[in-house]
């Protein structure tokens, strides 16, 4: 049995996942002997326990919640007042009659259509930038361009919301100076770009970095082989190496779609700078909002249950059209 | 443009020799200047004091940085360098134990071949997708009710799997661990934990330092989990400790430059780490170990 190829097992993993860091990498399963047959099991049994404490028994319980709600018997004081009863599926149609939930994914949406494209289209162009062989100063430039990954989000929200306060920040100053008109940053339209403003310059340096791997690891080769037939630099760039490091461009859209359907940090940071900001500005914002300031953790359940199960369905439908992309791209 | 389109009719063994390709340089310099802008500022804004924060040019340095510093330092009893210790330790054991797990359990799925393998790793994968709050709500909900929330266990239990970490391994553990190697060594008689932890750790040890590095950042910069876990402000880490002063200081524009000065003391020690290990850090030497 051990020595039966697995199905599946010439791939690191699931679609563009495996083609990011792993660069057509193909795992090797080794022939153990009778004698470590169990051995693999003992070794996943720490991850395996933590999963299942950390991951899937919170899911497995939020699915409970989200299904029960709380019934108050008689004035509802005293500790047996309150009755966890069986809801059925009503907290989610409230879910979906409820439109501040609403309202945060849309305003989700928004921002993720001005920071992913933004962010991904730098992070791709600096790595090519570092990737060209005769730019000065790109071992310097990398790391300083990969540094904001190291500042924590919220530590760069707290700074880049100073530099959005006008009696502080130089580019008020510049403006003013100037005689510019002199925007409010935390009103309106202007909130989502602050917001991605932020996301981009944390973002960008470790997209770049993920970008910059996968072109590093293509054979000096082929650029020998495309400059001897006369490509330019530019030549190389738009015909050869964007379209090898397509898979990591997919995996980067694809966590950073998740990580804006998540974004908490940003505006959580400004909230205290401004009164414009409704507590359920983000979806997460809104659950945490419900569950916490509102004590619902039923309909806050549900809401979480909803948004991952959103999450899902948009992954798999990016890994699919993904998957058939690549593939009819490498037939 | 014409500095980009020029062909390379060099070998290319001669990389100093040829010209500097300017457009890429000036693209590289404006984006180290993006990203440099907030890091100078609250640089120089931490050494100013409260009345030069405001009226003064914000490149301009100020007088009060040991003002301010020493402020911090009395501001509560020094609370500040507890929600620092506090954070190292949080991002620190935390971070070591990620690294211990995903390398047990990395070394397994890319090592071993065995009945369920594609299963558990695919589904520990799909965890990376469940919304961070999905997820702390419940743990919260469960933590409390075994009495461990608002503890230093409630934030630090959950932070310790991380599928990434363990795909990371997987990918490394494949690529640098030598199957030869591992049969030769059964062929001698070593078990299977001599084996990993005598030949596979220490050769997955740069994969290894990639994953801690990964996970101390991730915790380190973890807001909403101790947002949700902690209510006790002296177990706070630094991210949700200056939150809590900013939310304070919206009353209080005075408290502006200790927030700034806790920023600027906050982020030093993670630059400072990336700057010391960047070898181990940079990550060509994921790419690079694979290629060879």
């Known amino acids: 049995m051990t020595s039966t190829p697995l199905k599946g097992s010439d791939r690191t993993a699931v679609g563009p996942l495996a083609d990011g860091t792993g660069t057509a990498q193909t795992v090797r399963p080794s022939r153990t002997g009778r004698r470590g047959r169990s051995a693999p099991y003992w070794f996943l049994v720490p991850a395996l326990v933590l999963f299942a404490a950390f991951t899937v028994i919170p899911i497995g319980y939020a699915i409970w919640l989200s299904l029960h709600k709380v019934k108050i018997k008689g004035i509802g004081l005293g500790s047996g007042a309150r009755e966890q009863v069986w809801n059925g599926l009503g907290n989610y149609?409230?879910?979906?009659?409820?439109?501040e939930f609403g309202h945060s994914v849309l305003r989700a949406f928004g921002y993720g259509l001005i920071v992913i494209p933004t962010m991904l289209g730098l992070a791709l162009l600096f790595?090519?930038?570092?990737?060209?062989?005769?730019?000065?100063?790109?071992?310097?430039?990398?790391?300083?361009?990969?540094?904001?990954?190291?500042?924590?989000?919220?530590?760069?929200?707290?700074?880049?919301?100073?530099?959005?306060?006008?009696?502080?920040?130089?580019?008020y100053y510049l403006l003013d100076k100037f005689g510019l008109p002199q925007p409010n940053l935390f009103d309106g339209g202007n909130l989502y770009l602050s917001f991605a403003n932020i996301a981009v310059w944390g973002g960008t340096g470790f997209n770049m970095i993920v970008i910059y791997t996968a072109l590093r690891a293509i054979p000096q080769e082929i650029y020998e082989a495309a400059r001897i037939d006369g490509a330019s630099d530019l030549h190389i760039a738009l015909k050869i190496k964007i379209p090898i490091v397509l898979p990591s461009l997919v995996l980067t859209f694809f966590f950073s779609v998740i990580a804006t359907l998540q974004v908490f940090t940003e505006p959580m940071a400004l909230k205290p700078l401004t009164n414009a900001l409704p507590s359920s500005w983000s979806p997460l914002m809104a659950i945490y909002d419900s569950a916490f300031l509102k004590s619902d953790i039923y309909g806050a359940s549900a809401t979480a249950v909803v948004l991952a199960l959103a999450t899902f369905v948009l992954s798999f439908t990016l890994l699919r059209i993904s998957d058939r992309y690549t593939r009819e791209d490498a037939a | 443009?014409?500095?980009?389109?020029?062909?390379?009719?060099?070998?290319?063994?001669?990389a100093k020799a040829r010209r500097t390709a300017w457009v890429p340089t000036l693209v590289l310099l404006l984006g180290t200047l993006y990203c440099l802008i907030p890091i100078a500022w609250v640089v120089i804004a931490a050494t100013k004091d409260r009345s030069e924060l405001f009226s003064t040019f914000s490149f301009a340095p100020g007088t009060g940085f040991f003002d301010n510093l020493s402020e911090l330092n009395a501001y509560r009893d020094g609370i500040y360098w507890q929600w620092m210790a506090n954070s190292v330790f949080y991002a620190g054991l935390g971070a070591l134990l990620s690294a211990a797990v995903s390398a047990a359990g990395g070394y397994a799925l890319g090592r071993f071949a065995f009945r369920g393998r594609e299963f558990i790793f695919k589904l520990m994968l799909a965890g990376v997708l469940v919304p961070s709050i999905v997820l702390a709500i419940p743990q919260y909900?469960?933590?409390?009710?075994?009495?461990?929330?608002?503890?230093?266990?409630?934030?630090?239990?959950?932070?310790?799997?991380?599928?990434?970490?363990?795909?990371?391994v997987r990918i490394y553990a494949a690529a640098s661990v030598p199957t030869e190697l591992m049969e030769a060594a059964r062929m001698d008689g070593a078990s299977e934990w001599r084996i990993f932890s005598r030949i596979a750790v220490p050769m997955m040890m740069p994969g290894l330092?990639?994953?801690?590095?990964?996970?101390?950042?991730?915790?380190?910069?973890?807001?909403?989990?101790?947002?949700?876990?902690?209510?006790?402000?002296?177990?706070?880490?630094?991210?949700?400790?200056?939150?809590?002063?900013?939310?304070?200081?919206?009353?209080?524009?005075?408290?502006?430059?200790?927030?700034?000065?806790?920023?600027?003391?906050?982020?030093?020690?993670?630059?400072?780490?990336?700057?010391?290990i960047q070898r181990f850090w940079s990550l060509d030497l994921l790419s690079g170990s694979i290629k060879s």
């Open chain 1, 127 to 171: 790595a090519l930038m570092l990737d060209t062989p005769k730019a000065r100063s790109a071992p310097f430039a990398r790391l300083m361009i990969f540094l904001p990954y190291a500042v924590p989000g919220i530590i760069a929200a707290l700074m880049w919301g100073f530099l959005y306060l006008p009696s502080v920040s130089p580019f």
């Open chain 2, 1 to 14: 443009m014409t500095a980009l389109t020029l062909t390379a009719d060099a070998t290319g063994k001669t």
């Open chain 2, 209 to 276: 330092i990639t994953v801690f590095l990964f996970q101390f950042v991730a915790i380190w910069n973890n807001f909403l989990l101790p947002y949700v876990m902690l209510a006790d402000d002296t177990k706070f880490p630094i991210t949700l400790g200056l939150y809590t002063l900013l939310a304070q200081g919206a009353s209080q524009p005075a408290l502006y430059t200790l927030v700034i000065t806790g920023c600027l003391l906050a982020i030093l020690p993670l630059i400072g780490l990336f700057l010391v």
């Open chain 2, 141 to 168: 909900l469960l933590l409390s009710k075994m009495g461990l929330a608002d503890s230093y266990w409630s934030m630090l239990l959950p932070s310790i799997l991380s599928p990434y970490g363990v795909y990371l």
């Open chain 1, 93 to 99: 149609t409230d879910v979906f009659q409820n439109s």
